[in-house]
């Protein structure tokens, strides 16, 4: 695993990589944005890359989206996944259910920030304050009212969590492992 890449002054850039689906998550994460106060909204943008604007936002109260536009890209579908990762510093798991989400371990091996709601056993390989066990409204809001707070924070604890998640999802040793049972690719 890489380590920990550090955020670079600015505005703090949450990611979300997810195809739209209603245990996604989607809209209760945008509306949560858009609860936020205003002073902590300026200090962020997020990027939604794998749904479109009209996706993201058809739930959400006009007014309120008006008020958020500016900071929030609804990227769609983008298959250059070292694109994805560069247009973020910190990733956002926001699903209601999801086995182990594939681009935890891509942001991971890639040194970025996650932080999760409770899917995928994530609650294994970050540290609790990474992980939102409630999954309300009230709560994305605290919770992301406290990472954009932040924003300058040292993450350079996650090493060691991510070296665990490296080394208990390795795909080479998958693979050697299957070759021992002799199964045939």
Known sequence: ??????????????????????????????????????????????????????????????????????????????????????????????????AMPLVFLEAVERGKIVFSTNVGDLSLYLPENHVMMNITDLAFVDFLNDVISQKNKDYSYLDPYYEEVMSDHNLNDMLLSYRALQVEF
Request: hydrophobic share 40%; glycine share 8%; net charge negative.
């Open 1 to 98: 695993a890489s380590k920990v890449k550090k955020v670079v002054g600015g505005k703090l850039r949450i990611g979300s990589v997810g195809r739209y689906d209603p245990v996604k998550n989607h809209h209760q994460f945008v509306r949560s944005i858009t609860d936020l106060p205003m002073e902590v909204i300026e200090q962020a943008e997020f990027h939604f890359f794998g749904v479109s604007g009209e996706e993201l936002f058809h739930e959400i109260d006009k007014s309120k989206v008006a008020e958020v536009s500016n900071i929030i890209r609804a990227r769609g579908f983008v298959t250059q996944t070292d694109e994805i990762f560069n247009e973020f510093d910190i990733l956002f798991i926001h699903s209601r259910s999801e």
